[in-house]
């Protein structure tokens, strides 16, 4: 009857040394694929950005339109991007197109 077991010092470097190669292809991993959907995640606000942006845009026949149905009806703004905005969110319903 063996009272003691000796522990082989090679068996314990190896495994230890394929836990951690283990540890570190998984952390690897991980890294990658948070990477990746970064990647993902930029290029899918990107098209949320261009079709906000193309969604909001504004011809310019229809500018014209505003400026002269402004001019006609006293209305002040600026004929910039940001007045026209605030045009339409001020008329919801664009009278400048009924006449």
């Given at each position: 009857m063996i009272s003691t077991i000796e522990k082989n010092p090679f068996?314990?470097?190896?495994?230890?040394l394929t836990g951690s190669l283990l540890i570190l292809a998984l952390a690897g991993f991980f890294?990658?694929?948070?990477?990746?959907?970064?990647?993902?995640?930029?290029?899918e606000a990107e098209s949320?950005?261009?079709?906000?942006?193309?969604?909001?845009?504004?011809?310019?026949?229809?500018?014209?339109i505003m400026t002269n149905w402004a001019e006609e009806n006293g209305v002040d703004f600026l004929p910039t991007r940001t007045g026209l905005k605030k045009m339409l969110q001020d008329y919801p319903q664009r009278p400048w197109l009924k006449q």
């Open positions: 068996a314990f470097k190896i495994e230890s890294a990658g694929l948070f990477f990746i959907l970064s990647k993902n995640l930029e290029s949320f950005n261009y079709y906000y942006q193309s969604s909001e845009l504004i011809s310019a026949g229809e500018k014209e």
